[in-house]
């Protein structure tokens, strides 16, 4: 099959990372997102607006994928905030081949008592988990949802609702360092890209949202070994393929624990300054070609930054972006307190470090943007 020539249909609660990417590989590409931001409609042949995932049924899926197709055949290859919708996806229409992981895979990975099932039977880490009731009283634990994103699910069980959904689960807090690792996979076996590092940047409201992350963190031969290990056993359990991401925690006592896989493109692979062989590699480890030697992707030092509003916010005409910024909102839109603005990508070098970079582009876009009143 000559897949150069057929369109890359992406659907994702933001699809501007991969846009680009396929894009820079030389594919067509339609979008149906939720933002629309600036830079997406830059690179995209069609763009079709989604309302906010949680109100997505099958029927207006499917209806605003038919409308951004018109029939003609595509491959759909699924980016965030998949995990909330994956099974209202199916059937889909003849016209649309969906390349990436089954919906049975992400059902898997995304219903709790299922997935730590699975870590227990390789005999794998992670935090004590409990499934069936909250604990009471006690900033040890923390209430998570299996279908959440960039930490805003994860509240201490002292102050979270006693609302049990679907796909809640309870774990002990664990004290250390989290990162991710983003690895390619075939269903039958795994190679690992990058290993990340993962900082907070906690509110009121959200204590464990995802502020930055960076790459390459340097982990201890034994370390790396087992996440190795582990992303390949778990690919053969679960037909894992293309580009996927494990997070995990190192503890204070030195022991890495297991906590979430997200069977998808994860932002950590905005850190790969090659994108474009990336999301080459990613379409062919789908279709089941692993590269079998180290690829050239780049490894250089970099770090991802989300800009969160700290009141609400206008963006105004004619606003200058440094390059490094991304997710770039349209004019006039009002971004909410708590709310991304953007994100940058920076690269360090001696003479300033990541957070020293990242700071001077916010005080660039903050000089810029509209208080709201």
């Known amino acids: 099959m000559q897949t150069q020539n057929i369109p890359i249909l992406i659907f994702a609660q933001s699809g501007r990372f991969l846009a680009e990417s396929a894009t820079q590989s030389g594919y067509r590409v339609w979008v149906a997102d939720c933002y629309g931001d600036t830079d997406l409609l830059a690179v995209v042949e069609r763009w079709q607006s989604l309302p906010p995932f949680a109100k997505l049924t099958h029927e207006t899926i499917i209806a605003s994928l038919s409308e951004l197709t018109g029939g003609e055949q595509c491959m759909l290859i699924c980016g965030s905030g998949i995990e909330h919708c994956y099974h209202l996806l199916f059937p889909l229409p003849v016209n649309i081949q969906l390349i990436g992981n089954t919906p049975d895979t992400v059902h898997t990975i995304k219903t709790p008592a299922l997935f730590f099932d699975l ?14 009731e909250m604990p009471r009283n006690d900033l040890t634990w923390l209430k998570k949802q299996a279908t959440g994103m960039g930490g805003t699910h994860i509240q201490y069980t002292m102050l979270a609702t006693d609302i049990i959904e679907v796909d809640t689960y309870y774990q002990r807090f664990v004290s250390g360092n989290s990162g991710s690792c983003l690895f390619l996979a075939d269903g039958h076996q795994a190679r690992l890209v990058s290993i990340n590092h993962q900082q907070l940047a906690p509110n009121n409201q959200h204590p464990f949202r995802l502020g930055r992350i960076e790459s390459a963190w340097q982990l201890s031969a034994s370390h790396n070994d087992y996440l190795d290990k582990v992303v390949n056993q778990l690919t053969i359990a679960l037909t894992l393929v293309g580009l996927n991401s494990l997070d995990f925690i190192i503890s204070d006592l030195n022991k890495l624990l297991i906590l979430e896989i997200n069977p998808r493109v994860s932002a950590s692979a905005e850190l790969v300054n090659n994108t474009d062989t990336l999301f080459k590699e990613h379409l062919d480890a789908c279709l089941g070609r692993l590269p079998r030697a180290q690829s050239s ?17 206008i963006i105004p005409d004619n606003m200058l972006w440094p390059e490094e910024c991304h997710d770039l909102p349209a004019a006039g839109l009002t971004i909410k307190q708590g709310e991304p603005i953007c994100t940058s990508r920076v690269e360090p070098d001696e003479n300033a470090s990541a957070i020293q970079l990242h700071q001077l582009i916010e005080q660039k876009v903050l000089k810029q943007l509209i208080t709201a009143t």
């Open 119 to 132: 870590l227990d039977q390789h005999d794998f880490n992670y935090p004590d988990t409990q499934f069936d």
């Open 297 to 313: 992707l780049n490894q250089s030092v970099a770090s991802l930054l989300y800009h969160y509003a700290m009141s609400d916010l």
